[in-house]
């Protein structure tokens, strides 16, 4: 969407590929296998945006196997790439402002030291416009009004802290515009690009809004936030006159309200709100800044539109095709979008839609061959916690094969601050291809359900949060869904950790374990964060623990000194350039591990970070993994292709 959030978000992983490959013949009653480049590896075509002018397309599609950006005019066969990277490949992308120029974000091999360029359409020419080593630059701003300047955030000074640069498109030139004095973690800007909102980490781990009238001004306290409603709370935006604030505000109420806040007088009208969920986004007039619609997570998006004539445009929209929809593109003129629809069982599939006429054209799918195959559906599911609170998750079953009885993969989110939504999943469509269930768990500490669901997870890693995933399990089994004797556990990063505790904590539990990048030694996890996470140290140790003066818990709730008590085989990946779950913490694990005598296959991608971009990167782990969970859960395994003579 083309929203403000209040959530900085951090890279997610997109699966990526579509080439053809020999698979194994498919059991009686199971659906064809489905290959892993079709599920896994990189997409067709992904990320269609509109350019300002209207009149051209962008969009991501692969270059000898490598994600690039592409373009074609509007109504012509003119497709090209307007990129060459060779590596890694290129994700995340956006037009400039005036319709000649593209920019793009890259780090070297997951380091997460983004760097931001631009690629001229009509010639091809690159500028590396941060060309800093070590520093990771962060898109704050840009505005159709001021198509010249973006801002940006990078921590040049201060490997801690990122401050605001005003970036001069035209010269490259750079300026300073505000610098972090030492707590600031999110910035917020003007209708005029000045910046004159920020969010400060506050000493008792709560946050805090800071406003000032002008740039030149001092910043003063408007709302402070504490560590019960920080992770619940925030600004979104100001309005178009500078006056006001949009903000959302959990205080007094269990989740996150939407209000106005008057910054003259305090005063604070109330918009939109549930009692339950959190609101998820917030979609934004690009040229009024009014509100025009809010949206809600439950078991599936929901979106409340404020505003008549976008009502008539998303009654029109959801006619166009089945499942969610969301606005991924506007031109300047308001007059076409781009939409994208997503579902559960098929492709993502993307539209370009006339506001005049009220009209949608299909553009592409992101993977056509998916239609090929069977497809599994994604259902929500609920059960009680052992201490009564209302745990929601989602559930795949494998096509052909009943829903009794079955090998299961729970499969835990990372984050932990995240949460598992309703739509295509490639994991989800993998393992229930290869005849599994797999089970998503929203459990205690994630986001969307209100402050007090999120709170109830703070400082129970390897505990209360380890107990939601066991009391799915539980529930499961109960039910008659899950074989007890085959359950795996399996994530990547939080869900990493989850993996290695319930082999450590609760190895009778599970048959195997598949860890991610995922955290061994609470101690050594906090104490190797990114340097730019420091300023949210007091958070960590409010929601985590804290070294200093909970050092026993944080060892208690640590895999890495319980590796005696594993009994279950694990296959383990870990990148190696990952600034956020550093290598070492799958080393002392594994290493622990091969010294006890205890079964281990460990995989390293020493041009990975924080999970794993590269088509062959990627698909080299699924089919570890594939080989890994058939060996110890009995589900189908892709037969290799033959190697070329």
């Not at 007039?285 to 404020?306: F, K, L, Q, S, V």
Request: aromatic share 10%; glycine share 8%; charged share 25%.
């Amino acid at each position: 969407m083309l929203t403000r959030t209040r959530i900085v978000a951090a890279v997610l992983l997109v699966a990526l590929i579509a080439t053809a490959v020999l698979v194994a013949s498919c059991g009686s009653r199971q659906p064809e296998l489905i290959p892993r480049t079709v599920l896994l590896g990189n997409p067709e075509k992904m990320r269609a945006r509109i350019s300002p002018s209207g009149d051209m397309l962008a969009y991501i599609a692969p270059v000898d196997d490598v994600l690039n950006v592409w373009i074609r005019t509007i109504g012509e066969d003119d497709d090209h790439a307007i990129t060459a990277d060779s590596h890694r490949g290129i994700v995340q992308y956006f037009w400039g402002q005036g319709s000649d120029e593209i920019y793009y974000l890259q780090d070297t091999d997951g380091d997460e030291n983004w760097r931001i360029y631009s690629v001229n359409i009509e010639s091809g020419d690159v500028r590396d416009l941060t060309p800093y080593d070590g520093v990771q630059a962060r898109i704050v701003d840009y505005s159709k009004h001021h198509p010249n300047t973006m801002l940006v955030a990078m921590n040049q000074q201060d490997p801690r802290l990122h401050d605001v640069y005003s970036l001069d498109l035209i010269s490259g030139e750079l300026t300073m515009l505000a610098r972090n004095p030492g707590n600031i973690v999110g910035w917020v800007t003007d209708f005029d690009l000045k910046v004159r909102g920020a969010v400060a980490m506050t000493a008792d781990g709560g946050t805090e809004l800071l406003v000032r009238p002008d740039e030149d001004s001092t910043w003063e306290s408007m709302i402070h936030w504490g560590t019960e409603d920080n992770m619940t709370s925030g600004p979104l935006s100001f309005t178009k006159d500078g006056g006001s604030m949009y903000i959302i505000d959990s205080r007094d109420v269990n989740a996150g309200q939407l209000y106005l806040y008057d910054l003259a007088t305090g005063e604070k009208e109330h918009i939109a709100g549930d009692e339950q969920y959190d609101i998820e986004d917030v979609m934004f007039n690009p040229d009024t800044w009014e509100i025009e619609g809010i949206a809600y997570m439950r078991e599936r998006t929901e979106w409340i539109i404020m505003d008549d004539v976008v009502q008539q445009d998303f009654d029109a929209i959801a006619t166009l095709d089945e499942g969610e929809f969301g606005v991924y593109g506007r031109d300047h003129a308001d007059d076409t979008w781009i939409v994208a629809f997503s579902k559960d069982d098929g492709p993502i599939i993307y539209y370009i839609y006339d506001r005049e006429t009220d009209t949608g054209e299909f553009l592409f799918k992101h993977r056509t061959d998916l239609d090929d195959y069977t497809l599994a559906p994604m259902e929500p599911v609920e059960f009680e916690s052992r201490d009564g609170l209302t745990i929601h998750g989602y559930i795949t079953y494998p096509p052909g094969l009943g829903r009794t009885n079955l090998p299961m993969v729970l499969n835990v989110h990372g984050g932990p601050w995240a949460r598992d939504q309703w739509g295509y999943n490639p994991e989800a469509q993998w393992m229930a291809n290869r005849g599994y269930v797999c089970l998503q768990v929203n459990f205690r500490g994630s986001t969307g359900y209100g402050k007090e669901f999120i709170n109830a997870g703070n400082k129970e890693w390897g505990a209360a949060m380890h107990d939601d995933l066991l009391d799915a399990v539980d529930w499961a089994v109960e039910e008659g869904i899950a074989d007890p004797e085959r359950v795996a556990i399996y994530g990547a990063s939080y869900g990493g950790y989850a993996a290695l505790v319930g082999a450590t904590f609760t190895p009778d539990v599970f048959c195997c374990a598949v860890p991610m990048m995922g955290p061994s030694n609470l101690l050594t996890f906090i104490e190797t964060i990114p340097p730019y996470w420091a300023p949210m140290i007091e958070m960590m140790y409010l929601r985590v623990g804290n070294p200093m003066t909970e050092r026993d818990m944080l060892i208690e709730r640590s895999p890495l000194f319980k590796v005696d008590q594993i009994t279950i085989p694990m296959l383990v990946a870990q990148g190696a350039n990952d600034p956020r779950v550093v290598q070492a913490e799958s080393d002392q694990v594994v290493a622990a591990m091969e010294e006890n005598g205890i079964e281990v296959e460990y995989i390293v991608f020493e041009d990975e970070g924080h999970g794993f971009a590269r088509p062959e990167n990627r698909l080299r782990f699924y089919a570890a993994a594939e080989q890994f969970l058939s060996k110890h859960l009995g589900g189908r395994v892709e037969a290799e292709a033959p190697a070329s003579e």
